[in-house]
């Protein structure tokens, strides 16, 4: 069973930067997909940001730019910088992964959580 453990959430003001850091405690087989997901109070879950395991990356309209996603297979990590941070970025933020075989790990996947099976445990990004 894989566990993903985010870190790197935090406080900060408009404009800055935060990232985080998503680390697995193993790897996992297959066409990996590993994502960001994010969640406001009141607000549906959304897809943030993904890369595949060949390094291929998808992002949200409301990111692209601003955000950037990277991974180390070799520490089994996926990061997530994020710039010019607004205060509608503010949400707990979900590392999440999943092995999709044939499937891409693009913008349809980020629409569709219920595709992941491995969940963290969520880092809280505050925008102010």
């Known amino acids: 069973h894989v566990q993903l453990v985010e870190s790197g959430g935090g406080s900060v003001q408009a404009g800055g930067s935060l990232r985080l850091s998503c680390v697995a405690s193993s790897s996992i087989s297959g066409n990996k997909c590993v994502a960001w997901f994010r969640q406001a109070p009141g607000k549906e879950r959304e897809g943030v940001a993904g890369i595949e395991s060949d390094g291929s990356t998808s992002y949200a309209d409301s990111v692209k730019g601003r955000f950037t996603i990277s991974q180390d297979n070799a520490r089994n990590a996926v990061y997530l910088q994020m710039n010019s941070l607004k205060f509608e970025d503010t949400a707990t933020y979900y590392c999440?992964?999943?092995?999709?075989?044939?499937?891409?790990?693009?913008?349809?996947?980020?629409?569709?959580?219920?595709?992941?099976?491995?969940w963290g445990q969520g880092t809280q990004v505050t925008v102010s």
């Open positions: 999440v992964a999943e092995n999709l075989g044939a499937r891409r790990c693009g913008t349809e996947v980020l629409g569709s959580p219920p595709d992941f099976g491995y």
